[in-house]
C-alpha cells in the first residue's frame, strides 16, 4: 500500500510531467514561434488573468458567474457594443434550472419573470392563428408541477430576458459591464478580473508557455485599435460561427445547412390579447395556402413573438422580407390584420446538426463550449440548455486545475463528458425536428421534396432555368405544394382531407409531433467515461442515449457513476419546523466546490467518511459528508453524527422524509451505500461499506481517479 507521503510525492510528480509534458507539446502546437514560447512576441509577459472568457452570450456569463462564486478570477470579451435583443432560445429544462438555483436564486427570479405556464404548455397546430384548429399538444405532466423528480420546474423566458437577470446578479458579485468607450484607462496592467469588456472582438489567439495571449480588436468611436490579454485559459464561448475555433483549427462534424430560416423579431399587443383569449399556447404552427410559418409567443401578455419563415436563398433574398413584407406575412398568418404590428428585427439563420471534433485544444489551455462546441436544430431547446450544462461541468474542474489540485487530465475529462452528450443531444433534437416535419407531411405537404426542389434548382436545374426566372419558379412550385391545404382538400367531406386529419389525430396522440419535453435526457444524462469511476453493473436506463438504439423519455433516479444525482426530501436535523425540508441536490454547496460524501448512520459508513475526509484534506480538495437518517430518527437528533464524526465539522444529518421509498432504495443501494458526488451534482463513486476491504487505499484511489492524479 502506498504510505500518504509516497502518494503526495506522486501527485507531484504527476503535476511536474504535466507541467513538462505542457512545454512539450507547446513546441508543437500550431500557433507557437520560439519568441510566442516567452511572451509571444507581444510584450505581454506572464498570464494577466486565471481565465479569459470570449462571448458575453449565456454561457458565458453563466460561466463566469460560477468562476467568480469560486473565486476564480476571470474577465469576458464581447464583441457587440450591447447585448443582443433578439430573443432566441425560450425553453429552459429542468437541468438548468436547477442550475440556476444555486446561482443566486436565479431560477425563482426566472419563475417570477416568466408567463404563467398556462399560456405556454400547448402546441397548436391550425390554418391560421384566428382559423380551425388542426391539434393541439399539452407538454406539461402532473408531475412538473408535483416536483417529483427535480425541486424545480421548466420554464420559459425570452434568452435576452434571461441574460439581464444574468447580468443583474453578475453585478451583485462585482462583475461589470464597461461600454468599450469608456475603458479608455485601460493600460496593459490594468487588472481585467470581473470586467465584461464591450465591443472587444477576439481576432488572433497564440498559446505561451502559461497560457493563452488573445488579441482583441476595439472599435472605439472612429479609431480601431488593438488590445492584447494573456491568461491561463481560454474559454470559446463566442457562439455558433466561433472564431477561436477557426483559429485553433476545430472542425465541426455533423449535417449542415438543415434548413434556412427568416427570424421576425416583433410586439403586437392585438394578437397577443386575441391569443390569450381564444388559444394560448408557446408555438403555433401555421399552415395555409398562402403561407407557413411557425409563431413562437415569447409573451403572450407582453405581446412579445418571433416567427420563423421557411427561407430558400439564393433565389429568396433577405432584402424581399422587408419589415412590410413581414407584417403581411403575419396578417396571412394570423388570418386578419393586427394594426399595432411593431417588428424590431429580421435575421436569416441556418439550422445546423453538429458537434466540434474536439473540445480541448491548444494544450487543454483553450476550451470550447455552448455553440461553440454544438448547434443543433432548436427543437426541443437543447441549445443553450446544453451549454449551460457544458460550463457547470468545467468550472469546478478548471478550480482545483488552476489550484494545481489536479493536472490538465481533469480538464481533459469535460471533453470525454460533455461531447457524447452533445452528440446524443444533437441527434435527439435532429429526430424531434424530424417529428415536427411529420406535421406537414401529413397534411400533403412533404418539407423533404420542397428542399429537394430547392436542391435541384441550385444545382442541376440551375443551369437550364434562368437566373431571373428561377425565384418565380420555387414559388410557383411551393404554391402548387400549399394548394394541398386549401379548404377544398382539407374538410370533413373531402375523403383526402379527412384521411390526412385523421393521420393528424394519430400524430398527436401517439406523441409523434414534436416534444418539447425529455426527462431521460434532460435530467437522466449521464456521463459513461470521465472525471467518475465507473461502474459496471446493469443499472444503465438513464444511459440510453438518443441515436444510440431504444431511446426512452422516462426518467429513472439512479445513484449510478456519472448520474446526476437524484432529487429527493429531506429534513435537516437542525431544521426548526417540520415544513422545512431541502432537496438533495441543495446538500451540494453552491457557493464552493465541494465535494460531497453521502452516507447511512452505520460504523462501517462512518469509517470509510472518515478516511475519505483526511484524504481530502490531504489533497486540498473541499469535501462535506451528508448522513442521511431513516425517517422518525428523532432519538438521535441531539447527537447526529457528532461522536462518529468527531473532530470533523464539515458535516450535516439530515432524516428521510418519505416512508415510501427510502434513499437508499432510490440510488439502487442498500443502506450500506456510499456515494461520492461531484461539486457540479453528479455521482462520481458509489459503493457500499461492507464490501471495502480497505478504506484508506479505495479513498486514495477514489479521490485519485476522479481528480485524474
Ligand atoms: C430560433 C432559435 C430558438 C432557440 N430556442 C432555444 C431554446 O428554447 N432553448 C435552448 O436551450 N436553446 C435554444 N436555442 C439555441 C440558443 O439560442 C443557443 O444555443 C445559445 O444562444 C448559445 O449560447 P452561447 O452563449 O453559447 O452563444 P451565443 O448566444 O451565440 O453567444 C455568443 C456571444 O459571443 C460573441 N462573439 C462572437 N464572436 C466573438 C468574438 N470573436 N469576440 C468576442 N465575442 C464574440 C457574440 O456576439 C455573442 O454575444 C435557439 C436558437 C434559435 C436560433
Not at 254 to 263: A, D, H, N, P, V
Amino acid at each position: 500500500m502506498p504510505s500518504v507521503a509516497m502518494v503526495s510525492r506522486l501527485r507531484r510528480g504527476d503535476l511536474f510531467f504535466s507541467r513538462l509534458r505542457r512545454q512539450l507539446a507547446v513546441a508543437v502546437c500550431p500557433f507557437t514561434s520560439s519568441a510566442a514560447a516567452h511572451d509571444g512576441g507581444t510584450g505581454v509577459s506572464g498570464p494577466h488573468l486565471p481565465v479569459l472568457i470570449v462571448g458575453a452570450g449565456p454561457v458565458g456569463l453563466v460561466l463566469s458567474m460560477l468562476l467568480t462564486k469560486f473565486g476564480i478570477k476571470c474577465a469576458v470579451l464581447e464583441k457587440s457594443l450591447s447585448f443582443s435583443r433578439h430573443p432566441q432560445a425560450h425553453f429552459i429544462n429542468n437541468r438548468s434550472m436547477e442550475i440556476f438555483r444555486k446561482l443566486d436564486g436565479l431560477s425563482e427570479e426566472i419563475e417570477s419573470s416568466q408567463p404563467p405556464v398556462d399560456l405556454w404548455r400547448k402546441f397548436i397546430y391550425c390554418t391560421s392563428l384566428s382559423g380551425s384548429i388542426l391539434g393541439s399538444v399539452d407538454h406539461m405532466q402532473p408531475e412538473d408541477f408535483e416536483k417529483v423528480n427535480s425541486p424545480v420546474c421548466v420554464a420559459h423566458l425570452s434568452q435576452y430576458k434571461l441574460v439581464n437577470l444574468l447580468l443583474k446578479k453578475l453585478e451583485k458579485l462585482g462583475m461589470h459591464v464597461y461600454p468599450q468607450d469608456l475603458s479608455d484607462d485601460w493600460e496593459p496592467d490594468s487588472p481585467l478580473e470581473k470586467r465584461i469588456l464591450m465591443g472587444h472582438e477576439c481576432t488572433s489567439i497564440q498559446p505561451t508557455n502559461e497560457g493563452v495571449i488573445v488579441t482583441a480588436r476595439v472599435h472605439n468611436g472612429t479609431k480601431v485599435e488593438e488590445r492584447r490579454f494573456h491568461c491561463s485559459i481560454l474559454i470559446a464561448s463566442d457562439g455558433a460561427r466561433s472564431t477561436i475555433r477557426r483559429l485553433v483549427g476545430v472542425d465541426m462534424k455533423g449535417e449542415r445547412g438543415l434548413q434556412e430560416l427568416i427570424s421576425v423579431h416583433f410586439m403586437s399587443m392585438d394578437l397577443g390579447k386575441f391569443l390569450l383569449k381564444n388559444r394560448p399556447g408557446m408555438l403555433f404552427f401555421v399552415f395555409n395556402q398562402d403561407t407557413i410559418g411557425v409563431l413562437v409567443a415569447h409573451h403572450l401578455e407582453q405581446g412579445e413573438f418571433v416567427l420563423q419563415i421557411p427561407y430558400y436563398p439564393p433565389q429568396q433574398n433577405y432584402q424581399d422580407f422587408s419589415p412590410q413584407a413581414c407584417e403581411k406575412i403575419i396578417s396571412k398568418l394570423v388570418g386578419w390584420a393586427p394594426q399595432d404590428v411593431q417588428v424590431l428585427d429580421i435575421k436569416p439563420w441556418v439550422m445546423h446538426a453538429e458537434v466540434a471534433e474536439k473540445y480541448l485544444t491548444c494544450n487543454d489551455r483553450v476550451i470550447l463550449v455552448g455553440d461553440a462546441a454544438h448547434r443543433f436544430p432548436p427543437a426541443g431547446g437543447f441549445g443553450m440548455n446544453t451549454g449551460i450544462q457544458d460550463v457547470h461541468n468545467i468550472a469546478w474542474k478548471i478550480f482545483y486545475f488552476l489550484n494545481e489540485v489536479a493536472s490538465s487530465s481533469l480538464l481533459r475529462t469535460y471533453e470525454s463528458e460533455r461531447r457524447p452528450i452533445a452528440i446524443s443531444n444533437t441527434n435527439l433534437s435532429v429526430e424531434n425536428f424530424k417529428a415536427a416535419m411529420s406535421v406537414p407531411s401529413a397534411l400533403g405537404l412533404d418539407p423533404t421534396v420542397a428542399n429537394s426542389v430547392h436542391r435541384a434548382i441550385n444545382t442541376g436545374l440551375g443551369s437550364i432555368i434562368p437566373k431571373n426566372m428561377q425565384k418565380a419558379v420555387l414559388e410557383g412550385i411551393f404554391s402548387i405544394g400549399r394548394a394541398q391545404l386549401s379548404d377544398y382538400v382539407l374538410n370533413e367531406k373531402n375523403p383526402v382531407g379527412v384521411m390526412r386529419l385523421e393521420k393528424l389525430k394519430r400524430i398527436f396522440a401517439e406523441g409523434k409531433s414534436l416534444q418539447l419535453q425529455f426527462p431521460a435526457h434532460d435530467l437522466g444524462f449521464c456521463y459513461k467515461e470521465g472525471a467518475i469511476v465507473a461502474d459496471t453493473s446493469e443499472d444503465t436506463q438513464n444511459c440510453n442515449r438518443a441515436g444510440s438504439g431504444t431511446v426512452s423519455r422516462e426518467y429513472i433516479p439512479t445513484g449510478r457513476p456519472g448520474s446526476r444525482l437524484p432529487h429527493m426530501h429531506v429534513k435537516p436535523f437542525t431544521a426548526a419546523s417540520t415544513k422545512e425540508t431541502l432537496s438533495t441536490l441543495d446538500l451540494v454547496s453552491g457557493d464552493k466546490p465541494e465535494f460531497l460524501l453521502i452516507i447511512a448512520p452505520l460504523k462501517a459508513s462512518y469509517h470509510i467518511a472518515r478516511v475519505i475526509l483526511t484524504k481530502a484534506e490531504e489533497l486540498q480538495v473541499l469535501l462535506k459528508v451528508c448522513v442521511i437518517w431513516p425517517q422518525y430518527s428523532c432519538q438521535s437528533r441531539s447527537t447526529g453524527s457528532r461522536t462518529e464524526l468527531k473532530p470533523w465539522k464539515n458535516y450535516m444529518d439530515v432524516e428521510e422524509l418519505k416512508k415510501e421509498r427510502s434513499w437508499w432504495d432510490m440510488c439502487r443501494l442498500t443502506n450500506n451505500g456510499v456515494l461520492l458526488v461531484r461539486p457540479d451534482e453528479h455521482i462520481a463513486w458509489r459503493t457500499e461499506s461492507d464490501k471495502v476491504a480497505d478504506a484508506v487505499l479505495e479513498a486514495e484511489k477514489v479521490l485519485s481517479q476522479v481528480l485524474g492524479l
